[in-house]
Structure formats: C-alpha cells, structure tokens
C-alpha cells in the first residue's frame, strides 16, 4: 500500500510538466524562435528594407573571404590563451587561497569583485589601466625605462590583442578560482595526510593528489570559460570596438557590426550560425572526449 | 601535517600580492582617477601621489550627467524585474527537476545548458525583430525581456541542487496526511528553501545586472530608460570628457551591489559551486 502511495507520489507526469512548462515556452519565445530565426535569416538578404530568399550566398560569400577565416583564427588564438591563462592563473589562485594563512577568509572575499562587478565597468577601468598618457601601467613602464615614452595599450595591433586577452582573463579568474577552491576543499584530507606520512613534498602531492582529484573540475571550467571566452563581446567593444585596424574583431564583434552596425541582417545571421556551429562542435566533442574519459575511468 | 616554513610563508604572501595587485589594478586606478581634479587627470608623465586629490568629481557627477540618479534607477529596478520574474518561472521548473521523473528530464537539463552557451549576442538579430514587432524597443522591456531567458538556466541547475536536498520524506508525510500538491510546495518546501531561493536570486540579480550592456546598446536608445553601464559614456561631452567623474559615477554605480554581494557570498559561493564539485 505505501510502495503504491510512493509510486503515485513520484510520477504524476502532468504534473511535472505543468510546472516547466511556463519557464520552457518563455526560452522557445526568446532563444528557440530567434535561434530557428537567424538559421533562416541566414539564407536570405535581410535588411531593414527588406527581405529575398537567396540560397548558400552568404555562407559561399563568408566562406570565401579571406578576411572572415583570418577573424575566425584570430578568434580561436584568443579564446585558446585566455582560456589556457585562466586556467593557470585560477589553479595559482586556488592554492594561494587554500594555503592555512592568516586573512584567508579576506582573500576569498577579495577575489571575487570582477566577477561580480558588470563587465562593462570593468573594462572602462582597465581602459583607464591601459591609458598612454594617463594610465599606471605605462606611468610605470617610463619610470622603470622600459618604455621611452607614452606607450597606448590599445592603440596598436599587437599591444591591443592582448591587452583584451588581459582583461578578459581577468574577468574570468575569479570565477575559475572559486570552482577549483572548492574542488580542492572536497579532496578529503587523509589523501594529503597519508601521502604526507610516505614522505611526498607539497608539490608531489599537489601533482599526485590535488591536481587527478581535480580533473572533473578543471574539465567543467574549461567547457564553461572556453563557451563564454568565445563570444566574449562586452570587453572588446568597450575597449578597442574591434580596432585597431580590425586586430581584436573576434567573430562576435564582426557579427554585430555587420547585423546592427550595417543593418545587414543576413550577412550578420550567417556569421551567427557559424558562431552556433562552432561552439556546438566544440561541446560536442568535448562531451564526446568527456564521455571517453570516464569510460577509461571507471573501468580502470 | 607539515608547517610553512618562514621563507615559505613570505613566498606565499608575496604571491598572493601580486595576484591582488592584478585583480584588484583597474578598482585602484578607477579610483584613482576618481579622486583627481580633471586637469590633473591629464598631466603627463604619471604621478603617483600628489596633494591635490579630492572627492570633489563625486559631488560635480550629478551635475554634469543629471540624469545619473535615474541611470541607477534604472539599473536596479530592471535588474530586481528580471530577478523577479526568473525566479517565479525557475521555482516550479527546479522542484518539478528536482522531484519528478518524467520522460526527457535528462535530456531537456542539457538543452538549458546548451542557451547558455549561445549568448545574448549570437541571437541579437531576431531578438531585435521580435522586439520590434510587439513594439517593445526602446522601452524597459526591451532590456528586461531578453534578460529573463539568459538568467533561467543557470537558476533552474542552482535551485534544482537545493530542492533536491530536502528529504522527500517530509513530503511524504505531508501527501498521507492530505495536503495537496500547493499546500506541499507553499507550506512545506517554500520555507524549507528559502536560503536556496535567496542565493538564486541573488545570482540572478548579478548577472542581470550585469548583462544589461548589451541589450542597452542594442535595444534602447532613450535616455530616461538607460541603465548605469551605457549611461556613463554622457560624460562623454562635446568638449571634454569628464573622466574623474565618469570613474566616481561607475563606483558609486557598482557599490551597492558589490556591498550585498559580500554580505552574502558565503551562501552564493557554496551554492554556485556545489552541484559542480560533486558532478
């Protein structure tokens, strides 16, 4: 009689999707549609006159130009380092952070500001930061002698790519730091305690314990900031708008000026769904790899 | 286990500087720049001190930018809008998660991650044709629309992880007893999750703080309707640019969110990060 009372209790289905149901139908009305929206856009010539249907032209045009694969290595070179230094950076931040110091507690608070903070007003100090005239970092570059006189970060075609690269990462650290400290404080301690009784220093064990521990982690937030560094818009815009000379227009920055810059909604739907094919290979893939690894693992 | 030696202990803390110094640099130069008279601002080469600093930019702001006390209004009040919304969708959609089997749960868990994924930015162009057509550009819900749907999925994996802790026993219990579905779910679990609704409220209302660039720039163009992170380039004037007060205008615009944050990072820090760790 109970086992049947459970039973009724756990799988009324109507129910159930009663209770998603508002939340799923908003995400069709305003990601599902528009997603359905810009794959169809992308086969026509949509402007703000109007509209023809005009088959594979504007991938045939995109794919064709030189000037488009050039953005998409761009693209991927600074998604592929900033993704890589947030990693490294957030690792040295999460074992700095769980070292038994005291202000423990204060640097865990402390970290978390350009997370929390909006992007855009972030990236305006760093504007300040990256400043020649005005700004700390060259003020401390000509005091030093290293630069012989005003140096704009963002200015030139080198400097610029990654001085957006820098305030990306920084962006992005806190958030990696957070999820890899509290990975760490889930390896159980007798792990360390016994490696320590063997004799294994603080590397060895960080190496044997700390960083296998860790791998499901530093997997999930290499898909998550990989995702978000990709279409990362917000700090290239504010800083150079994609300049100089279109060295920091990353595929995001050429997909919003060709659709609201120029009006040109086709040209601008067709680079978007290239963005959504990238990143869905991309996580499939991964999740394709993940799968692979865990396979390995348990049967191991 | 072993203790920091003296050297090691000056290493780490040294380390921990310098990572500081790095997270902490365009808060400081923000600052910084806030506290200096304009003329001040741009005298080359870089000082590092000098006597003249004051508050005075944080006075000037509102006289420059009139409308400055509006943009802030703005910002908080969509923000709280959208936090409000997300969370009366997300709510039923975490416990039906949390509690239910049903065929394609799994399945549709990962098609919310998936939206994530595709940022406001990839969708912009629909999304501006949509808004357009029920005439809502230029208006809050320009901003507020959009906001809403990137804020439901990561609410739903935050919440679902906190429903999930509470023993469906109790429930039980409580349906044996006769109480009906909405007695269970306003009686028994709305109190049980309060801290649960807290912190997915609070994540809610820090990211659709700060995702209202975007749709600021792309779907409002008037001015009484604009949040803080586009207000600030008005001090962008025909002659000059109000830099000093630009800067106090952006720290007096992100402080009070940065002061609920660190009241409350405790709980949102275990929270975001608990359904991760385990998985």
């Given at each position: 009689m109970k086992k049947n009372k459970l039973n009724s209790y756990n799988s009324q289905y109507f129910l159930a999707y009663i209770l998603i149901a508002p939340a799923v139908i908003y995400l069709l009305c305003i990601v599902g549609w528009p997603l359905i929206e810009t794959f169809r856009l992308?086969?026509?010539?949509?402007?703000?006159?109007?509209?023809?249907?005009?088959?594979?032209?504007?991938?045939?045009?995109?794919?064709?130009?030189?000037?488009?694969?050039?953005?998409?290595?761009?693209?991927?070179?600074?998604?592929?380092?900033?993704?890589?230094?947030?990693?490294?950076?957030?690792?040295?931040?999460?074992?700095?952070?769980?070292?038994?110091?005291?202000g423990r507690s204060f640097f865990r608070i402390l970290v978390l500001p350009p997370w929390v903070v909006p992007i855009a007003i972030g990236a305006l100090g760093w504007m300040w930061v990256y400043n020649g005239h005005f700004g700390i970092l060259s003020g401390i570059g000509i005091r030093l002698g290293i630069l012989d006189g005003p140096f704009s970060f963002l200015a030139y075609k080198n400097s610029a790519f990654i001085?957006?690269?820098?305030?990306?990462?920084?962006?992005?650290?806190?958030?990696?730091?957070?999820?890899?400290?509290a990975g760490m404080q889930a390896i159980p301690r007798d792990l360390y305690e016994a490696a320590?009784?063997?004799?294994?220093?603080?590397?060895?064990?960080?190496?044997?314990?700390?960083?296998?521990?860790?791998?499901?982690?530093?997997?999930?937030?290499?898909?998550?900031?990989?995702?978000?560094?990709?279409?990362?818009?917000?700090?290239?815009?504010?800083?150079?708008?994609?300049?100089?000379?279109?060295?920091?227009?990353t595929l995001i920055i050429d997909t919003y000026k060709m659709a609201l810059g120029n009006y040109k909604f086709g040209k601008g739907s067709a680079r978007a769904v290239m963005i959504v094919i990238m990143i869905s290979t991309f996580a499939i893939a991964y999740f394709y790899l993940l799968s692979r690894i865990n396979k390995k693992v348990s049967h191991g | 286990m072993d203790k920091y030696s003296l050297p090691l202990k000056i290493f780490l803390y040294l380390s921990i500087t310098v990572f500081f110094i790095f997270i902490l640099l365009p808060f400081v130069e923000m600052f910084y720049a806030s506290l200096r008279p304009l003329k001040h601002i741009f005298r080359s080469p870089y000082q590092f001190y000098s006597d003249d600093l004051s508050f005075w930019a944080y006075r000037e702001m509102w006289n420059t930018v009139?409308?400055?006390?509006?943009?802030?209004?703005?910002?908080?009040?969509?923000?709280?809008?959208?936090t409000f919304f997300t969370l009366l969708f997300v709510i039923p959609a975490a416990y039906s998660y949390a509690r239910f089997n049903f065929?394609?749960?799994?399945?549709?868990?990962?098609?919310?991650?998936?939206?994530?994924?595709?940022?406001?930015?990839?969708?912009?162009?629909?999304?501006?044709?949509?808004?357009?057509?029920?005439?809502?550009?230029?208006?809050?819900?320009?901003?507020?629309?959009?906001?809403?749907?990137?804020?439901?999925?990561?609410?739903?994996?935050?919440?679902?992880?906190?429903?999930?802790?509470?023993?469906?026993?109790?429930e039980e219990a409580a349906y044996c007893d006769g109480a009906s579905r909405m007695d269970i779910l306003f009686r028994i679990i709305a109190p049980l999750s309060t801290p649960g609704i807290a912190v997915t409220a609070i994540y809610a209302f820090i990211q659709a703080y700060a995702q209202q660039f975007l749709f600021a720039i792309t779907f409002n163009s008037i001015r009484e309707y604009m949040p803080i992170v586009s207000g600030l380039t008005e001090f962008i004037g025909y002659q000059s640019v109000k830099w000093n007060e630009m800067m106090a205008a952006s720290i007096v615009g992100v402080f009070p969110v940065l002061i609920v944050f660190i009241f409350l990072q405790k709980y949102i820090v275990e929270g975001l990060t608990a359904g991760a760790v385990k998985n």
């Open positions: 992308s086969f026509t010539n949509s402007s703000i006159a109007g509209e023809d249907y005009v088959g594979f032209e504007n991938y045939e045009k995109l794919l064709s130009s030189s000037k488009f694969s050039k953005i998409a290595i761009r693209t991927f070179v600074w998604t592929f380092f900033s993704v890589l230094l947030k990693l490294i950076i957030g690792m040295i931040g999460a074992v700095l952070l769980n070292a038994s110091l005291r001085a957006t690269m820098v305030t990306d990462i920084w962006v992005g650290v806190p958030f990696v730091t957070l999820f890899f400290l320590y009784c063997d004799g294994a220093g603080r590397f060895s064990r960080w190496y044997h314990i700390t960083l296998p521990q860790l791998t499901p982690v530093i997997i999930t937030m290499s898909l998550i900031s990989a995702v978000s560094t990709f279409v990362s818009f917000d700090i290239i815009y504010i800083l150079t708008e994609g300049g100089p000379r279109g060295a920091t227009t | 009139p409308l400055l006390g509006r943009y802030i209004f703005n910002s908080f009040f969509m923000a709280i809008t959208v065929p394609f749960k799994q399945g549709s868990l990962w098609v919310l991650l998936a939206v994530n994924m595709f940022s406001g930015a990839v969708l912009l162009i629909p999304l501006f044709k949509l808004l357009r057509y029920f005439d809502l550009l230029n208006t809050y819900f320009a901003m507020i629309v959009p906001g809403i749907a990137f804020c439901i999925p990561t609410s739903i994996w935050l919440l679902k992880a906190y429903f999930e802790k509470i023993p469906v026993e109790l």
